[in-house]
């Protein structure tokens, strides 16, 4: 029922089906194919409550469900076919607790989508690149090719035109709104005539939004010639390191990570963006024996926020894209040759004191929609008891 989908083709389909769907489900698959490739999802079967579709339905949404547009809600009669316009589509099953059916099959594959202009949003700059095939096409060569800064140069190759712009220079603007922060910039593609001009300007519009738990990426041609819309959404980069002292300045590179019982784990966390302007905020970190589940058999260290071991404590940081912490091995490890942890951390505005990094404990997660912020899972370990030391200490 649901889930992160990253395959370039494959069937989505109601749980049991062909046999009857639970009642009372709620499923959301998310589908992210690769950059620069759209999502076709084609229904070939589906059978719920009709009507209205108001108790059970699917529907399919243009990228993340609160921000995107619903592409469509069904639930029987019709088989049709749905196009994102960037690399992630959402589709969502729901049932309520009366009737059941056979639900839903649907088929998805990704296409290419227009290769004119492309844009990749990664953590430290707005990679976008344009054909120079369309722009001999429109009658531009690369010379007219010029940022809204125009010192910020573009590499030129025999086939595109190449522009890395960081979010903090160049020209870009940034923009907060209630739920997003949104960086912008502009490529202008102008004619040389300062009288008259028989060639109408090129203006693209790139942007990058932080929105929940992606990046919106869009690039698009404004002004009154050919629209080229090109949306792509992409993720924060953000790792976890142990350290081998408060002092946070070894880390500790083995794996697995050899470890005593209630010896001290010093831990930094690390998002890698070029904006200044975020801030990190631990908010939960669970301990288990299996890299893949983390609610069958987890010790929770922090949760929501809320420590849940004594010897878990924070250090001060000496950058705001940087978390540290504390915790000291437990008696869980002794009972697993090995054993994992997973930590989620909220990235928000820095000095946004309504978002999830200003809040602290709260007893029940609940997301702050008023701010903008992300929440991001790591896993890192695995840690072992070192078995053999411990032995000789004793014995010493």
């Known amino acids: 029922?649901?889930?992160?989908?990253?395959?370039?083709?494959?069937?989505?389909?109601?749980?049991?089906?062909?046999?009857?769907?639970?009642?009372?489900?709620?499923?959301?698959?998310?589908?992210?194919?690769?950059?620069?490739?759209?999502?076709?999802?084609?229904?070939?079967?589906?059978?719920?409550?009709?009507?209205?579709?108001?108790?059970?339905?699917?529907?399919?949404?243009?990228?993340?469900?609160?921000?995107?547009?619903?592409?469509?809600?069904?639930?029987?009669?019709?088989?049709?076919?749905?196009?994102?316009?960037?690399?992630?589509?959402?589709?969502?099953?729901?049932?309520?607790?009366?009737?059941?059916?056979?639900?839903?099959?649907?088929?998805?594959?990704?296409?290419?989508?227009?290769?004119?202009?492309?844009?990749?949003?990664?953590?430290?700059?707005?990679?976008?690149?344009?054909?120079?095939?369309?722009?001999?096409?429109?009658?531009?060569?690369?010379?007219?090719?010029?940022?809204?800064?125009?010192?910020?140069?573009?590499?030129?190759?025999?086939?595109?035109?190449?522009?890395?712009?960081?979010?903090?220079?160049?020209?870009?603007?940034?923009?907060?709104?209630?739920?997003?922060?949104?960086?912008?910039?502009?490529?202008?593609?102008?004619?040389?005539?300062?009288?008259?001009?028989?060639?109408?300007?090129?203006?693209?519009?790139?942007?990058?939004?932080?929105?929940?738990?992606?990046?919106?990426?869009?690039?698009?041609?404004?002004?009154?010639?050919?629209?080229?819309?090109?949306n792509q959404f992409g993720r924060y980069d953000m790792n976890i390191t142990f350290y081998d002292s408060s002092s946070f300045l070894r880390q500790v590179h083995d794996s697995p990570y050899y470890i005593d019982l209630n010896q001290n784990l010093y831990l930094q966390a690390y998002l890698q963006s070029s904006d200044p302007n975020l801030t990190l905020f631990v908010d939960t970190c669970v301990a288990s024996p299996d890299p893949h589940d983390f609610k069958t058999l987890a010790y929770d260290i922090i949760k929501n926020g809320c420590v849940r071991d004594s010897s878990y404590a924070t250090y001060h940081a000496p950058y705001s894209h940087f978390a540290r912490f504390k915790f000291n091995a437990f008696e869980f490890i002794n009972r697993h040759a090995l054993v994992y942890l997973r930590c989620e951390l909220a990235v928000c505005r820095l000095s946004d004191y309504s978002s999830r990094c200003y809040q602290g404990c709260i007893r029940r997660s609940k997301r702050d929609t008023s701010s903008a912020e992300e929440k991001i899972s790591v896993v890192v370990g695995p840690l072992q008891l070192q078995e053999g030391v411990a032995q000789s200490r004793n014995t010493g």
């Open 1 to 230: 029922c649901g889930g992160s989908i990253s395959n370039s083709s494959g069937v989505l389909q109601s749980p049991f089906y062909p046999g009857s769907y639970p009642n009372n489900a709620d499923c959301v698959w998310e589908i992210q194919v690769e950059n620069n490739f759209r999502v076709m999802l084609t229904f070939r079967d589906i059978v719920m409550q009709s009507g209205r579709c108001q108790y059970d339905y699917v529907e399919v949404y243009d990228g993340p469900p609160h921000s995107s547009p619903l592409l469509g809600r069904l639930c029987s009669g019709s088989f049709p076919t749905y196009i994102s316009s960037s690399n992630m589509m959402i589709v969502r099953f729901h049932s309520d607790f009366r009737y059941t059916f056979r639900g839903f099959q649907a088929h998805y594959s990704s296409i290419p989508a227009d290769h004119n202009t492309t844009l990749l949003c990664s953590p430290d700059y707005m990679h976008a690149v344009v054909s120079r095939d369309y722009l001999q096409s429109q009658g531009y060569s690369a010379q007219m090719v010029t940022l809204r800064d125009t010192r910020c140069k573009p590499t030129v190759t025999s086939h595109e035109i190449i522009f890395n712009i960081p979010y903090n220079g160049c020209g870009t603007i940034r923009e907060e709104n209630n739920d997003t922060i949104n960086y912008s910039n502009m490529i202008k593609v102008t004619s040389s005539g300062y009288i008259i001009k028989r060639k109408k300007n090129i203006y693209l519009h790139i942007s990058c939004k932080m929105l929940q738990n992606t990046w919106m990426q869009i690039m698009y041609v404004a002004e009154d010639t050919v629209d080229v819309n090109v």
